[in-house]
């Protein structure tokens, strides 16, 4: 709602909302953790929309009907206890009513019980590297040439010509779908952050400390996401991409890749 | 400082000395915050030809103007010199002029240590500013300095240390100096809890600095220590961590956001109750919510850590903590808007500029109150979210109440009148342009765009080029300010009142103040009413 | 006159006092939090620390629980050395000690000196990761070519909370002489 009402006090008009480039809001998604974060979102959203319309409303009110140009004499009040009183209290209660639910996703966030595959991600200046656990799997992942080519100062490549500019690499990590991944994040040189918004999952790769997260993805399909931690000059470089796929997919591509095929993945299904 | 007290006084009946050295020796409290004003003024335009230049990158996806290496030079030092070049000084500059005359003291208590603090500035930003043109270029690893990465920078980097100490000096000195004029210096009736709000945002905000830039001194000089003396506070190799210095920045940082913004809500309670026409509402409260404010901003520091990795138990703590700042954050924004309840309200260019700080910095707050909630902030963390969110506290909150002040005190400053349209056209293109340069910056951190980066897929590009046009926008009505200040005198003089019978001290002295005032500590009674005396 | 000299010595009292509030935020920064972070790190594992120096525990085993701990090992900054746990991961019982080995080798030519920093995770574990004997403890040197087994003798105590099924254990391998040549 401020965010329509806004929208529409900075007097823009966006040709149709609806395509993908005017995106407004956060993802909602490929995992359950994803979708209570999305959730928990829009209750902030909203628990600020509906205080902002309570509270602009009146001011806005105040400002229409309070000016000196209609004839009005200013009271005089200068406090009233009651009234401070319960806009101390109202608000403690609706942060404690926030809290309760976001406390819950955090512990399921915390609850890296029991995963399927294990993969340690490291962060390097400026890629990431994928090392597979129990598959004897280990590799690099960087930018895609197309977009290492557009990228330049002074390319003539059009960044709109190459397919998820930015956005894709070499070699994406690729997980089974409904497996229960965990991801060990570590870094060779300074601290990177390993975001995917679609999988709702962000954390630190720190130098000489060991950082882990994990997720479940529903669907088969591709999520990009991005180093999010200031790491030197091609912090925007080193994008993320991860392949979900059917866990017999999965087998295959780890065989063609010469890694070796646990029974984890058919459990996961 | 033995002779400074007895320098203000033999010089009661002089006027300023003449040329250069007027400025560059003066102890009088209105010459030094008229240089620290203009100092911010300079360094407002500087740290914002780096936005622009930041924002050109960004206009269109691909790389058009900068290498990514002189890009993160440019946001490090953008974040730098805005903070502790513009807004800071800036502040420090209204205390000087105006807490003296808000409280009928006949000067700072310090004033050569006043003189000092002021010129130890320029110096420092000199230094900074050339780090630009030393090998490897200017600091790149952010304003923020987190090792390891900041200890790849190159020549710059003892450059960049010791002027974040000379900055941090300066601080000091400024906030001893407001803490003792104001404990000591008031003028005898005026007792503490009835001094005017902005006096009082500036005394817990001096308290803060003095409480923090200490530690921020301490965790740079840890870090020159561990670049150049073989010591390991942030080195994993040595047994150091580089996350703790995280804990001490933050430590630092978080108290920092509120230096820069409880003079504005100083400021803010000064001007909407004269152009409403209508005392203070809840005068007492406002001071109990700034002192709670600067209370819990040492206890919610990890906010800003949610992703490095903390125990479940950090993080529900430092989560719920930071929700309840927004407690006594609330209660101000309920009393300025009852303030205006029921008053006679006009609209001066002071009061739009307020009252534009109240819509706005409440932006800011409720994106700040989405941050607090620990899985959405995951999301939200270091994209740029994060950047509108603190924009929108430091531009339309911190910026537009600096600008509010000096429109509210300029005809006070300078006995003229200024050019009261030219004022309206700086708000609302100020006003309309700050919106389309920040809030787009919400959509594309939501859909996933991280901050700090010079490129971006060309899903990002459109709310890019709105917000850019609107950087320009923003950018260039600023200089509508500068023709403002420079036809000032020009303008009609201005009354000792100026608007219609604002309340405070600073009121009762003629436009221009004259050049030494309260010489003898004025009375302070029912006609120079403070907020009680309305019971 | 006399005025003046008291709010002279007001003021001059007030400045001492702030002075040594601004000294004692100082020290407070640079000399006292970094050791206390240390030792509030190491009682509650923030930040995933463990001990650094031999820990005394008594064994009391319960063999009814079993927990999964992982190795992982990485070099920091492409430092020359293959480094690899000899087991990616082993079952243990809480309260009992047990060893597991690393095998690292010097790439070059040179003799090189290591240093190995270890890290655990889940946070919460790392307080009752306790280790008894530990190439970590001290620096590692290693002649051109070398190649050496490194044990680290561990056990994890009972109090371990029982929603952790899994500990991962992590080295990270540092060359000490780089780092020193870099200071
Ligand atoms: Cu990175
Ligand atoms: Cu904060």
Same mark, same amino acid.
């Given at each position: 709602m401020i965010r329509k009402s806004l929208t529409g006090l900075i007097g823009l008009v966006w040709a149709g909302g609806a395509s993908a480039d005017w995106a407004l809001n956060m993802p909602q998604g490929v995992t359950d953790l994803s979708q209570e974060t999305y959730d928990l979102h829009m209750m902030g959203f909203w628990v600020c929309t509906v205080i902002g319309v309570l509270v602009f409303g009146v001011m806005i009110f105040s400002l229409i009907k309070h000016r000196k140009t209609s004839g009005v004499a200013p009271a005089k009040f200068s406090h009233s206890t009651s009234a401070e009183v319960t806009w101390t209290i109202i608000p403690v209660i609706i942060l404690v009513a926030m809290c309760i639910p976001a406390a819950k996703t955090m512990i399921k966030l915390e609850d890296t019980r029991n995963p399927d595959i294990s993969i340690v991600v490291t962060g390097y200046q400026w890629r990431w590297h994928y090392a597979y656990q129990d598959q004897d799997l280990a590799f690099y992942s960087s930018l895609a040439r197309p977009s290492l080519e557009a990228r330049q100062l002074g390319s003539t490549i059009d960044p709109y010509s190459v397919d998820n500019y930015l956005l894709e690499v070499d070699r994406p990590m690729v997980v089974p779908v409904g497996a229960k991944v965990r991801v060990l994040l570590t870094s060779n040189d300074v601290i990177h952050a390993w975001w995917v918004p679609e999988l709702a999952l962000k954390k630190d790769a720190i130098p000489g400390m060991v950082n882990e997260i994990w997720f479940r993805a529903e669907h088969t399909g591709t999520v990009r996401g991005q180093?999010?931690?200031?790491?030197?000059?091609?912090?925007?470089?080193?994008p993320i991409v991860v392949e979900v796929v059917e866990p017999d997919e999965f087998d295959k591509w780890l065989t063609a890749n010469g890694g070796t095929p646990k029974a984890v993945a058919a459990a996961a299904k | 400082m033995t002779t400074a007290v007895a320098d203000a006084a033999h010089h009661v009946e002089h006027g300023p000395a003449k040329g250069f050295s007027r400025w560059l020796f003066t102890t009088n409290h209105k010459d030094i915050g008229t240089m620290y004003l203009i100092f911010s003024l300079t360094m407002f335009f500087v740290g914002g030809t780096m936005a622009l230049i930041v924002r050109s990158e960004l206009a269109q996806p691909g790389l058009q103007f900068v290498h990514p290496e002189f890009f993160n030079q440019m946001t490090t030092m953008h974040a730098l010199v805005m903070i502790f070049g513009a807004i800071m000084p800036a502040f420090v500059g209204l205390a000087n002029w105006m807490v003296p005359l808000q409280i009928g003291a %006949?000067?700072?208590?310090l004033p050569r240590m006043n003189n000092w603090s002021f010129w130890i500035l320029p110096v420092a930003f000199c230094m900074l500013l050339s780090t630009l043109f030393m090998p490897g270029g200017a600091p790149a690893g952010g304003w923020t300095m987190y090792p390891p990465l900041v200890l790849q920078t190159g020549d710059s980097f003892p450059f960049l240390i010791f002027s974040i100490h000379l900055m941090g000096l300066s601080s000091i000195m400024g906030a001893i100096n407001i803490i003792v004029t104001i404990v000591n210096m008031?003028? %005898?009736?005026?007792?503490l809890i009835r001094m005017p709000l902005f006096a009082w945002a500036w005394l817990i905000t001096a308290y803060l600095l003095l409480a923090v830039m200490p530690v921020l001194a301490g965790a740079v000089t840890m870090l020159l220590t561990d670049q150049f003396f073989g010591t390991s506070f942030f080195l994993a190799a040595g047994g150091g961590d580089p996350v703790m210095y995280q804990h001490i920045f933050w430590f630092f940082g978080h108290p920092e956001v509120y230096i820069m913004i409880l003079p504005a809500f100083g400021i803010v309670s000064e001007i909407i109750p004269t152009f409403s026409r209508? %005392?203070?509402?809840g005068h007492d409260s406002m001071v109990y919510a700034l002192a709670a404010i600067a209370f819990l901003s040492f206890i919610v520091w990890a906010h800003h850590m949610f992703t490095v990795g903390m125990p479940l138990s950090g993080q529900m703590f430092f989560m719920f903590a930071t929700m309840m700042i927004s407690v006594p954050t609330g209660v101000k924004i309920f009393n300025w808007a009852s303030t205006m309840w029921r008053g006679a309200m006009t609209f001066e260019t002071p009061m739009l500029f307020a009252l534009a700080f109240v819509f706005l910095f409440t932006i800011g707050g409720f994106s700040g109150l989405m941050l607090a909630l620990v899985p959405a902030d995951i999301q939200y963390h270091d994209s740029y979210f994060v950047v509108a969110h603190f924009h929108y506290v430091l531009v339309p909150g911190s910026l537009f109440a600096l600008m509010g002040a000096a429109y509210y005190w300029l005809p006070k400053w300078t006995g003229h009148m200024y050019n009261e349209t030219a004022g309206k056209v700086h708000f609302w293109l100020s006003a309309i342009f700050v919106n389309v340069l920040f809030f787009p910056m919400h959509f594309l951190g939501l859909a996933g765009m991280p901050r700090r980066i010079p490129d971006y897929s060309t899903q990002f590009a459109d709310f890019n080029m709105v917000a850019t046009i609107g950087a320009f926008g923003f950018g260039l009505s600023q200089l509508i300010f500068v023709y403002v200040l420079l036809t000032c005198k020009k303008g009609p003089p201005a009354t000792a009142e100026v608007w219609d019978h604002p309340k405070g001290l600073e009121w009762t002295v003629p436009s221009p103040a004259p050049y030494h005032t309260f010489a003898e500590p004025p009375k302070v009674d029912r006609t120079v009413a403070f907020p009680k005396d309305y019971d | 006159m006399n005025d003046k000299i008291t709010s002279e010595a007001k003021n001059r009292s007030l400045v001492v006092q702030l002075l040594g509030w601004v000294v004692a935020m100082f020290s407070f920064g640079f000399f006292v939090l970094p050791p206390l972070y240390n030792v509030f790190c190491e009682i509650t594992g923030f930040g995933g620390r463990t001990n650094t120096a031999a820990a005394t525990v008594v064994e009391t085993p319960d063999v009814n629980r079993t927990v999964r701990v992982e190795f992982v090992t990485s070099v920091n900054e492409y430092a020359p050395w293959e480094f690899t746990a000899d087991t990616s991961s082993m079952d243990v019982h809480p309260g009992q000690m047990y060893y597991a080995t690393f095998t690292a080798k010097n790439l070059t030519e040179v003799s090189k000196v290591a240093q190995a920093v270890p890290s655990i995770s889940p946070i919460v574990a790392s307080g009752h990761f306790k280790k008894i004997e530990c190439f970590c403890f001290t620096s590692q040197d290693f002649s051109a070519h070398e190649q050496k087994e490194m044990p680290v003798q561990f056990i994890l105590d009972t109090e371990l909370p029982d929603y952790i099924d899994t500990v991962t254990l992590q080295y990270t391998f540092f060359d000490t002489q780089r780092v020193a040549a870099a200071n």
């Open positions: 180093c999010a931690e200031l790491c030197g000059k091609d912090h925007g470089y080193m | %006949p000067d700072m208590a008031r003028t %005898p009736q005026m007792v209508k %005392p203070l509402f | -």
